[in-house]
């Protein structure tokens, strides 16, 4: 079994990957003079909130707390991750949790297969590197040693997984070396082959508790993967609230001034087929015809060469050429959100989208596929629209609606950033991080 690392290509810039036939569609896109492999980690708030939050009740909101007993021993967490080449998605959720977990409740230590330069020199726990090619063969046997190794001399309690290959090869190495083991799952195992789905039956038995970050992915895991529901915790993504306030009032980057006063649909994705930026090419497409001054912003790193250049021939045949702008990696995308006019984000699968929550923060209104945690995040009509999976004419619709219609457009971005504050914020998270790992801990001394 080879790491499911999201593949090689995602380091690699469009320029680089599509090579001269990018010059001759220059035109498609424009450059923000942000360089993408410039990955400074941004800094996050060290205020957490305490809580004595049980599992499973509703996220903590930052006004309420309540103290935890100081003398329980602090956990010692290894976070274990396939990868940290980006700071989207899983990876920057790590980031983001070892950033704001208090050192006096949470010791934090990272290890990861493979990571970006830039990245380790930004993080502020100690990192671990055990570069592997192959799981199986020597190399393999090696690195599970060193991380053996990792776990008995740093005396770490508990390994929380991230990735294919974290959760089986690194969840089975964490097991056999003494340690508590919370495998994460953040998506519907649209990466599993049949080698996987056979992992995760030995995985999901030996896992002291699994970590779902939607209850869409927690009915995923007991119902595909057999989880004994009481293993299964809900945890969601947090926005940092505070760093959005503080950045929401800055004026917009110089970046992105040609498109200061237009009408600009914002999608944040790598391109990925999940990701669905085809579907949302071909709503804009629509829209177009209607409203053709329109702009249509696509800011995310290429992950996968073929459907990349599927998005690149899209956009030249439904004569997109003037209305679509592809702005690679934006490493912090509240400025460019601020000053959009809807987020729109046509998934074919998600766990929960860590994008849509960053829109919802900025007030900003957001057209979203019902897939994963959306639902759980939006109100249908009321704090955002849900469109079935692939149905672009819908989405084009509800797109002209909000374009249309500004007053209704900002009552509707008014709930969604009403919806993150009171449920999806950074403190909540961590709160419930904390409550997951004492209550792991008390169990585990408690059968001793």
Known sequence: MQPTAERSEQSLSLPETLGVRWGSLA?????????PTHLTMQRFSSQAWNSSQEIGEP????TETVTLSTAEPIPHVLFLIDHLLALGGGEGNLLKVVQLLPPDRVRCTIATL??????????SVPVH???????????????AWRLRRLIRSEKIDIVQTYFETSNLWGGLVAKLSGA??????RDMGILRKAKHRLGYQVIN????????VSEEVKRFCIGQDHVAPAKVSVIYNGVDLQ?????AGQEPSSSYSEFAGKKIVTCLANLRRVKGVDVFLRAAHLVCQQLPDTIFLIAGSLYEKEYSREVLDLVESLGLQNNVRFLEFVENPVPLLKMSSIFCM????EGFCNALLEAMACGVPSVVSRVGGNPEAITDGQSGFLIPVEDYQTAAERLLFLLRNPDQARQIGEAGRVAVFSQFSASAMINSLISLYSDMMTKRRKQR
């Not at 035109?27 to 360089?35: A, K």
């Not at 760093?243 to 950045?247: F, G, K, R």
């Not at 046509?346 to 699968?349: A, D, I, M, T």
């Open 27 to 35: 035109s498609l896109g424009t450059r923000t003079g942000i360089d």
């Open 59 to 62: 996220l903590l909101t930052p």
């Open 114 to 123: 493979s990571i970006d330069a830039a990245i380790q020199k930004s993080i």
């Open 129 to 143: 590197v055990f570069p592997l090619r192959r799981v199986y063969g020597l190399t393999g046997f090696r690195a």
């Open 180 to 185: 508590l083991l919370l495998s994460s799952r």
């Open 205 to 212: 038995r030996i896992s002291d508790r699994v970590l779902a």
């Open 243 to 247: 760093q959005i306030t503080e950045v």
């Open 346 to 349: 046509l998934s074919r699968s």
